[in-house]
């Protein structure tokens, strides 16, 4: 099944590593093809909107390797915030995400 394929049917409450690791990889390779189309604009690496951007990307990358570490330490899908687990449908959209919704509004407050 592909990683953008909508699912039909029941969904499972929990995704297996292998799906995990599926959806990580492909968040991964659109950051990277991301990061190489706005190498290739060919603008100055000082202008300002760009630099946002790659540290954007950066970020989520960073992000990434580290839901990565969690799938391996068996945490995954766990809120770092409450410890509660993160909703399904949450880690269906972003699959890198530490929190849950209430964690991350308090996180970015």
Same mark, same amino acid.
């Given at each position: 099944?592909?990683?953008?394929?909508? *699912?039909?049917?029941? /969904?499972?409450?929990?995704?297996?590593?292998? =799906?995990?690791?599926?959806?990580? !990889?492909?968040?991964?390779?659109?950051?990277?093809?991301?990061? /190489? +189309?706005?190498?290739?604009?060919?603008?100055?690496?000082?202008?300002? *909107?760009?630099?946002?951007?790659?540290?954007?990307?950066?970020?989520?990358?960073? !992000?990434? =390797?580290?839901?990565?570490?969690?799938? !391996?330490?068996?945490? $995954?899908?766990?809120?770092?915030?409450?410890? !509660?687990?993160?909703?399904?449908? /949450? *880690?269906?959209?972003?699959? $890198?995400?530490? $929190?849950?919704?209430?964690?991350? /509004?308090? +996180?970015?407050?």
């Amino acid at each position: 099944m592909s990683v953008d394929a909508p *699912l039909t049917g029941p /969904r499972p409450e929990r995704m297996t590593a292998p =799906d995990v690791r599926r959806r990580l !990889e492909h968040a991964r390779s659109t950051r990277l093809t991301q990061l /190489r +189309a706005l190498d290739e604009t060919g603008q100055s690496t000082d202008d300002h *909107l760009m630099s946002m951007q790659r540290g954007a990307i950066a970020r989520v990358l960073r !992000e990434i =390797d580290d839901a990565f570490a969690r799938v !391996e330490d068996g945490t $995954y899908g766990t809120c770092l915030g409450c410890a !509660e687990p993160v909703p399904a449908e /949450r *880690l269906e959209i972003l699959p $890198y995400t530490p $929190y849950c919704v209430a964690c991350q /509004r308090r +996180a970015a407050a």
